[in-house]
């Protein structure tokens, strides 16, 4: 791939290339060969839209399923934990919602190298088709005051359906979405996706608003709160519908064909092998070949140094058993892997916390009327919504770590104030806390989808961005509600949340810190993709141009 390697920063001795300029001139070109025109994918705009809508839309389903769960969290606990006391009805719904994260993890481990192997779309259909039955199934779960002990039980067993479908899908719709985009609208094509994140809660947080004030306490206990996960089947069969009629993305298809001419391949040597053996003998060095994958010659030319060919005895992952696709991930991948597990265990710390606890906070812990807080909430989410595609545009102009580092910061140092702000009770210092946190939490929200995907290498992309991400949340994201909720009841001290989430935006800074930038650069494992036909001629004019060393 063509990048800005020189030989210092191979590692090798300064004044040694200062010496042999020729010979490291041409290993640089070897390592990063010069791209053809037909090397560069251009992308189709309305594709791409299809594409982003796709996604988008089963993003928003996801988070309007999870979105309504912590909304109603104090119904749901009236309705499948009756038989507790107030405080500990509402750690058990509490609860309930934080098991789903269990299995996210092994949804991601099945579903992700999965996709890196069949395609993404595939498996996105499949992981949409899992959260719409299992979202479906639970408004049609009784309660306890009728079936009793079971009435838990099964809404703990389809809360896990949706968080193994889940484990598939933010990975698998943040990858379809960056391998489909142009490397120079990467950032403003993602941020859709986050967009349909807050258009699913913004939805869930409106319907479980409009319910809680037309509605009186019982009939919402008796039937209303179950209308909303009604309504996510058959929005899961539209976001079905729309993911089964896309094309695989253009890095996948190039993938897929690439392995199936090294296979081809393969397979015509050993062919001539065969006839070579059955006739006059095994020409001398054609195994020593195969085995080094040493080049015929052919490809850019570069000071007589031939192109490298990828080596036969290396299969595409695609073509490997699961066990070495999870071998490729935990031992080459490692240590982006725990980069992404740290960025995103605090991304999304600070996602659950506004998006999914601050309701219940609001309602629970500084008594406000469970429609006024929601009602709030809606508003600020219905701004963020309003500039979100405004930070993708941002990032792809400026870089992913700027906004990243902006909006950890942002939370570093006015989760504080914000949440003093919320205790004061008026009207417009709730407003303004509210907008410190959401100003802060659209950097992330804007950015993140373009930057995740950018970690990883194409062939395990989704396997990878899969396992980590799933892992964080976990660990660190699905558990926030409880956790926050638990700390408070602890040490009686209602700023707990805000300390709690101070705690993880250092962590965001320091991992901010430590990743690359790779705002309007290809995505590792691929080739550039740009926009439109000119910018694909000029981008191989300027790839196959004369380069002065530099040293």
Known sequence: ?????????????????????????????????????SDITVTDEQAVKRAVKA?????????FDFGIYSYLAVTIGDV????????????????????????????????????????????LAATMLLMATATFCVGLIPGYSTIGVWAPVLLIFFRLLQGFSTGGEYGGASTFIAEYAPDKKRGFFGSFL????????????????????TLSADDLVSWGWRIPFLVGGPLGVVGIYLRLKLDETPAFQRMAREARDA???????????????GGTGVPSGAEGSEATGESDGTGPPGDGVPAPQAAPSQPHLSENAPRREFSKIFKEQWAVLVLCIALVGAYNVTDYMLLSYMPTYLTDTLHYEPSHGTFILVGTMLLMMCVINRVGRLNDRYGRKPLLMTGMLGFLVLTVPAFLLLK?????????????????????????????????????????????????ASLFGGTTPLVMDGLVALTDDDQMPAYYTTLFAVVGVISVLAMQETAQKPLKGSPPSVATQREAKELARRSQAPQSPAF
């Open 80 to 123: 499948f934990y009756s038989g507790l006391d107030g405080g500990a009805r509402t750690l058990a719904s509490l609860g309930t919602f934080a098991v789903t994260f269990i299995v996210r993890p092994l949804g991601g481990l099945f579903f992700g190298p999965l996709g890196d192997r069949i395609g993404r779309k595939q498996v």
């Open 1 to 37: 791939m063509p990048g800005s390697h020189n030989g210092e920063s191979l590692g090798h001795d300064p004044e040694a290339v200062k010496r042999h300029p020729t010979l490291f001139r041409a290993i640089r070109r070897r390592l990063n060969p010069a791209w053809r025109r």
């Open 424 to 472: 004061q009770g008026s009207f417009p210092s709730v407003i303004c806390g509210m907008l410190m946190l959401g100003f802060s939490l659209v950097c992330l929200l804007g950015t993140m989808s373009a930057a995740l995907p950018a970690l990883f290498p194409t062939d395990v992309r989704y396997g990878s961005l899969s396992i980590g991400y799933n892992i964080s």
């Open 55 to 63: 996604a988008s839309l089963g993003n928003a389903m996801e988070w």
């Open 263 to 277: 296979r081809e391949a393969r397979e015509g040597v050993r062919g001539e092998g065969a006839e070579v053996l």
């Open 194 to 213: 986050e967009f349909g994140t807050l258009a699913g809660y913004s939805a869930a947080a409106s319907m479980a608003a409009v319910l809680q004030y």
